[in-house]
Nanobody
Framework: QVQLVESGGGSVQAGGSLRLSCAAS????????MGWFRQAPGKEREGVAV???????DYAESVKGRFSISKDNAKNTLYLQMNSLKPEDTATYYC???????????????????WGKGTLVTISS
């Protein structure tokens, strides 16, 4: 059974940092597209960052220079390092994976095959 389990969410003040993790099981994701998405209350889901099977990365404009996505293939784990956090980063963050090596849906996320249940990030001003 394929599972993606996020962790690392929490509450921090603006300007702080958090590191999210996504542990994958039931499937080897080393050569697959994976990504982070978020959804704030009352808003649509948006793509934060995706990384494909050969390491190409795309970031949303709103997080460029502040967030960094990475994969540890040996641990089958995806990370999102978030620095200089802002109140507008408050959202539930979801990890997702696609069976293809390339991210066919990009930051839209509409082609992702598997999703985690999310981890809540709250940034106070």
């Amino acid at each position: 059974q394929v599972q993606l389990v996020e962790s690392g969410g929490g509450s921090v003040q603006a300007g702080g940092s958090l590191r999210l993790s996504c542990a994958a099981s039931g499937y080897t994701y080393s050569g697959s597209c994976m990504g982070w998405f978020r959804q704030a209350p009352g808003k649509e889901r948006e793509g934060v960052a995706v990384i494909n099977g050969v390491g190409r990365i795309d970031y949303a404009e709103s997080v460029k220079g502040r967030f960094s996505i990475s994969k540890d293939n040996a641990k089958n784990t995806l990370y999102l390092q978030m620095n200089s956090l802002k109140p507008e980063d408050t959202a539930t963050y979801y990890c997702a994976a696609e069976r293809r090596w390339y991210c066919s849906g990009g930051l839209r996320g509409d082609r992702m095959d598997y999703w985690g249940k999310g981890t809540l990030v709250t940034i106070s001003s």
